[in-house]
């Protein structure tokens, strides 16, 4: 009698779950930069998208999609650090300065894709078709891969933050950036590397989100507007928690209303949630201590 319901709402949860992780993953890279060097990324989303069409490109050739997805992330880190060298760390005690100027790069990268790539839609043959049956309950293949990837990356941020020299150094950089100087820190080498990590996750993120859309210039706006939502109901600063956390009260409630209702007014509801949230908590959920 039961039966209906329960699987429903383990549908949902499962859906819930998967997408929490497929927003962390798209909200990773912004969260880095924004929560270790202050910089509000506002290029994140034509990162995704770059992301997304040199994986696109490089399957068209013939290049494996695991290693395309690599070489695509790694691209963009590329383009990130050129970034990074010729524009941002000139201006990196001037936020206001950092968000025009990755503002700029974003309407310039979005035109250039469509002069080298064109304005066509692209698609990517899904790498695993089809479902997985777990406990009665249909979960998409590639979807799920694509979460299960989201942990891994998760964990590996949180090692390399917690549990290396260079975690710490980075972690002393964003509390004390003068003391972090006098111990020794490289830090414009350090900004760099942020940054160019940054970029690498925005990349990564775009490639393995390609193949769940149609490729086409505008889709980082979509995963744009979301990452910052996740980051700053999350919690600015708190670059795992608060991803996670922002992610799952984004991804789970527009999972949960769409339900209930077209996602276009699930997205609207919960991102009018999400404004309420900040309302009473502006520093987001996981406000630093």
């Known amino acids: 009698m039961h039966t209906p319901v329960m699987h429903t709402i383990a549908s949902v949860v499962i859906d819930g779950t998967l997408i929490t992780f497929i927003f962390a993953l798209a909200a990773l890279g912004l969260a880095v930069i924004f929560g270790l060097i202050g910089v ?18 490089a399957v068209t050739y013939g290049i494996p999609f695991p290693v395309a997805v690599v070489l695509a992330a790694c691209g963009v880190a590329l383009i990130g650090l050129a970034l990074e ?23 310039v990268i979005t035109e250039m894709i469509k ?66 100087s006098l111990l020794g820190l490289n830090i414009q080498a350090t900004y760099k590397l942020v940054f160019a990590s940054g970029a690498f996750l925005a990349g990564l993120a775009g490639a393995l989100i390609a193949p769940m859309l149609s490729i086409d210039p505008t889709i980082g706006n979509i995963y744009l507007v979301r990452s910052f939502f996740v980051v700053i109901v999350g919690g600015i600063g708190q ?13 789970g409630s527009e999972t949960v209303f769409a339900q209930m209702s077209s996602q276009v007014i699930a997205q609207t509801i919960v991102f009018a949630l999400a404004i309420v949230v900040l309302r009473f908590r502006p520093s987001g959920v996981m406000k630093a201590k």
């Open 40 to 57: 509000i990324n506002m290029a994140h989303g034509s990162m995704l998208t770059l992301g997304a069409y040199f994986t696109w490109a």
């Open 115 to 180: 002069i080298v790539f064109g304005t066509d839609t692209h698609t990517i043959a899904t790498p695993f078709p089809g479902a997985m049956h777990i406990l009665g309950l249909e979960l998409p293949a590639y979807e799920t891969a694509v979460a299960g990837i989201s942990v891994v990356v998760l964990c590996a941020v949180a090692f390399v933050f917690y549990r290396t020299s260079l975690g710490i150094k980075i972690r002393a950089l964003t509390q004390n950036r003068d003391m972090a």
């Open 239 to 251: 670059i795992l928690g608060g991803t996670i956390v922002g992610s799952f009260l984004i991804g």
């Open 85 to 107: 060298h010729f524009a941002i760390r000139f201006f990196y005690d001037r936020p206001f300065e950092t968000l025009l100027l990755t503002w700029g790069f974003f309407l």
